[in-house]
């Protein structure tokens, strides 16, 4: 069982749903992060929290850190937002990642 | 202003070949890291340096050997290449140590394929 599972592993969804991806881990941490790769490739860190809720625009994330899981919502989905989103939890100077969330959004 | 940079984007090569990615960061940050992404797209942290100084190592051959001349450049060393080192290299630097606790700054990806 890895250390950080995400789900679902691919999601579809049409322009204007509302959207969520979970993350579950099972080792301690002091922090959740939650990054964006982009289908070009490249690396985006969205979110980095350790306890409460975030929000950026249309995206919030959310941690429980008695159940040890992380949620990443974003609202009024856009094709734009397509992209594959990776759950991490930092402990000793690290990353352990999630194997990711590909989310394709349908005009 | 690019704030992590890796060079090159793209690395075609035969086994066996010795090869370098480079990595620099102008953010002023402290510590380096090099991630490699696997065909499945699972990411996994291979090195990490802090002020010129090795912090993590994981289980990674020692054919890979990091090189980090200042805390603005982290360069990683490939030998002998070998067709299972095909895939993404990522570098990435955080303002501190605590790299688990502090927002990392990705570069834009190596693709190394080797054949």
């Known amino acids: 069982k890895n250390e950080v599972e995400q789900s679902p592993q691919n999601l579809t969804a049409q322009e204007g749903e509302f959207i969520t991806i979970n993350c579950s881990y099972s080792v301690g941490i002091s922090a959740l992060h939650w990054l964006q790769q982009h289908p070009g490739g490249g690396i985006v860190s969205l979110f980095m929290l350790s306890s409460g809720k975030k929000k950026h625009g249309r995206l919030i994330a959310t941690i429980n850190i008695q159940e040890k899981h992380s949620s990443l919502h974003i609202t009024a989905s856009h094709p734009r937002d397509s992209a594959v989103y990776i759950c991490a939890v930092g402990g000793q100077g690290n990353l352990i990642f999630g194997k990711g969330t590909k989310l394709s959004v349908k005009p | 202003d690019t704030a992590v940079s890796q060079t090159p984007k793209y690395l075609v090569t035969q086994m066996g070949n010795d090869k370098s990615i480079k990595c620099e960061q102008n953010?002023?940050?402290?510590?380096m890291y090099w991630y490699k992404q696997d065909s499945k797209k699972f990411l996994k942290i291979m090195f990490s340096?802090?002020?010129?100084?090795?912090?993590i190592n994981e289980t990674v051959p020692n054919r890979f050997s990091p090189k980090s001349p200042d805390k603005a450049h982290l360069n990683l060393h490939i030998n002998s290449l070998e067709l299972g080192d095909s895939a993404v290299y990522f570098c990435?630097?955080?303002?501190?140590?605590?790299?688990?606790?502090?927002?990392?700054?990705f570069g834009p990806g190596t693709r190394l394929t080797v054949l």
């Open positions: 953010l002023g940050h402290d510590t």
């Open positions: 990435a630097s955080s303002q501190d140590l605590r790299g688990g606790e502090d927002t990392q700054y």
């Open positions: 340096y802090n002020n010129k100084e090795l912090i």
